[in-house]
């Protein structure tokens, strides 16, 4: 038996019942940056800017998308982040590609593509780019997450270890953030292949108390086992062979130098035996940067990390050629400035706020904010507003601190009204001076403000 349905008061020829939408909201993990936090970026931002020039590093981008193979030659196969974080597809062209997870491939992968073998070494280059890691989201862990990096491309001393080192801790420095440096070195892969045996050797026995994971490390990558989370294995760990102990001469004076260098330049840092870093391609030197404020657990984030990576030019099929490089992340960096009542970041205030009234008001206000923007004076106006009081709580809400008022009697005049937003006063000044008239309460308004 069939059963029609009655449809409501629906008639014939009437247009279909609209779903309405539901809103959509950003991607698990990855995160909107918005006004209210962009002073902070932007302070992050140009201390990076900043250092970098100090130092005498390029800028480089690279475009988000690179072959899959980079980083799976790159990072190493056995890495969490190509084994399960990295976002791949194919491309309608069938390409196999993966959105960067982190930035030290791809720069290696350009400096072999543009030859900068042949440029003085070593070459230095700097980024300031978002990464895409399909990890657990948590506190400062995202989908979406930015690094400013920078790499030292062509040489093995010492002393270019010590200097990231020094580049990345300043950088902190110079944003009002104290760190340390936690330092290590895993030698070359000929002496980590003799500690590996001999961490699997200590850890075997230990086995049947490990998680499934920890179990799959131990087989697959046995040094990833000293970075665990589990408090089991940061227990175990503690009576384990440390990598110091199985380190060849050469890796041993490196390292030993490195640490000469940072204490000429003052860099605070602990050594940590069993800090190894997630990516397989580093070589000797690894560092993270830690606040100092915080508590020393083992849970703790680090602010950011680097190394010295000699091998991985020739994975990615260029000469050999030793490198080393650090990365922050910007997204922790930012979150503790915000945290800090200590910490402001300069504001972009308003100085000037243009009102108009009526039409020819309005157009003649069209005009002087170009005049105040061509002056480099910091101008805000509510053009589409024609209420005056609405332009004045615009001009109060953004802290301006002298409101120019023009209105049909000011345009016929030639003159213009300044108000002084804090004294509440006003003046009719000839239009043609408006320039220098501010330029001059606003030297006076800083004197008094120095005073
Ligand atoms: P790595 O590239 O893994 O050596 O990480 C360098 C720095 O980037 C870390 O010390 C963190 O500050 C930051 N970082 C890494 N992964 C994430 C993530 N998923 N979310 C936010 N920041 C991250």
């Not at 056995?78 to 791949?88: A, G």
Request: charged share 30%; aromatic share 8%; hydrophobic share 35%.
């Amino acid at each position: 038996m069939t059963t029609t349905k009655k449809t409501a008061s629906k008639k014939p020829g009437d247009a279909p019942a609209k779903k309405t939408p539901q809103p959509l909201s950003s991607v698990r993990g990855m995160r909107d940056i918005l006004p209210a936090d962009q002073p902070y970026w932007r302070m992050a931002f140009e201390a990076a800017q900043k250092i970098c020039d100090a130092y005498s590093f390029d800028r480089i981008e690279t475009p988000v998308l690179e072959e899959t193979s980079l980083f799976v030659r790159g990072v190493g196969k056995q890495t969490d982040i190509v084994e399960k974080e990295m976002y791949s597809f194919e491309t309608s062209g069938g390409d196999k590609v993966t959105m960067r997870p982190e930035n030290t491939a791809a720069i290696c992968r350009s400096y072999i593509q543009h030859g900068m073998l042949n440029q003085p070494q070593p070459v230095k280059l700097w980024y300031w780019s978002s990464m895409f890691r399909h990890e657990r989201p948590q506190s400062g862990r995202y989908r979406e997450f930015w690094q400013f990096g920078a790499e030292m491309l062509g040489d093995e001393d010492a002393v270019v270890d010590a200097q990231l080192a020094l580049v990345s801790w300043k950088y902190l420095q110079s944003l009002g953030i104290d760190s340390v440096v936690r330092i290590n070195s895993i030698g070359t892969p000929e002496s980590r292949l003799n500690y590996r045996n001999a961490l699997v050797a200590y850890f075997r026995p230990k086995r049947s108390r490990m998680s499934d994971e920890d179990k799959k490390r131990l087989l697959k990558n046995p040094l990833r086992l000293l970075d665990s989370k589990d408090p089991l294995i940061a227990e175990m760990k503690m009576e384990a062979p440390q990598i110091v102990d199985w380190l060849d001469e050469p890796s041993k004076n490196h390292f030993m130098q490195v640490l000469e260098y940072l204490d000429e330049v003052g860099v605070p840092y602990q050594l940590d035996p069993f800090l190894v870093r997630g990516l397989d391609y580093y070589t000797r030197t690894v560092f993270e940067l830690f606040e100092t404020n915080d508590d020393q657990s083992q849970n703790q984030n680090a602010l950011g990390g680097g190394g010295r990576y000699d091998g991985l030019m020739e994975l990615l099929g260029g000469k050999e050629t030793p490198a080393a490089g650090f990365s922050m992340g910007i997204d922790r960096v930012v979150s503790l400035l915000k945290s800090r009542e200590d910490i402001t970041p300069p504001s972009e205030q308003t100085e000037v706020f243009v009102a108009q009234l009526g039409e020819s008001g309005r157009k003649r206000a069209l005009a002087l904010f170009e005049e105040l923007r061509a002056a480099g004076i910091k101008a805000s106006e509510s053009f589409s507003k024609s209420s005056i009081k609405t332009q004045m709580d615009n001009a109060n809400r953004l802290g301006a601190k002298w409101t120019l008022i023009i209105g049909q009697k000011e345009v016929l005049d030639g003159t213009v009204i300044i108000r002084d937003m804090d004294a509440g006063t006003q003046e009719i000044i000839d239009a043609q001076k408006m320039i220098q008239e501010l330029k001059k309460k606003m030297i006076q308004k800083s004197a008094e403000a120095a005073n």
